[in-house]
Nanobody, 123 residues
């Protein structure tokens, strides 16, 4: 039984920080990532990380402000977000892929998804 469970979302003021967590169970995954979806908008890529944790990929909108990491002993991926902006407000989804390629920034790359955690950034 595969399950991805996000946590760590909440309400934060602009300029603040949040650390999102995604605990996976049932199996391990080559690539894990984060997407987000704001009301009325398409789901968009945020960040991804390889099994080793060395290879990472970030959307331009969060590059320099966010760090994705993973702890394979816990089968958990994290997203540290700093200098948050109101435009970061969205439901953040954890995603996991069994594929092992360089391409990890599209929704079709991922096989499993969590239920999402709400991030709200106030101005």
């Amino acid at each position: 039984q595969v399950q991805l469970v996000e946590s760590g979302g909440g309400l934060v003021q602009a300029g603040g920080s949040l650390r999102l967590s995604c605990a996976a169970s049932g199996r391990t995954f080559s690539t894990m990532g984060w997407f987000r979806q704001a009301p009325g908008k398409l789901r968009e890529f945020v960040a991804a990380v390889s099994w080793s944790g060395i290879n990472t990929n970030y959307a331009d909108s969060v590059k320099g402000r966010s760090t994705i990491s993973r702890d394979n002993a816990k089968n958990t991926v994290y997203l540290q977000m700093n200098s948050l902006k109101p435009e970061d407000t969205a439901v953040y989804y954890c995603a996991a892929s069994t594929m092992g390629t360089h391409y990890s920034n599209t929704i079709g790359f991922y096989d499993y998804w969590g239920q999402g955690t709400q991030v709200t950034v106030s101005s």
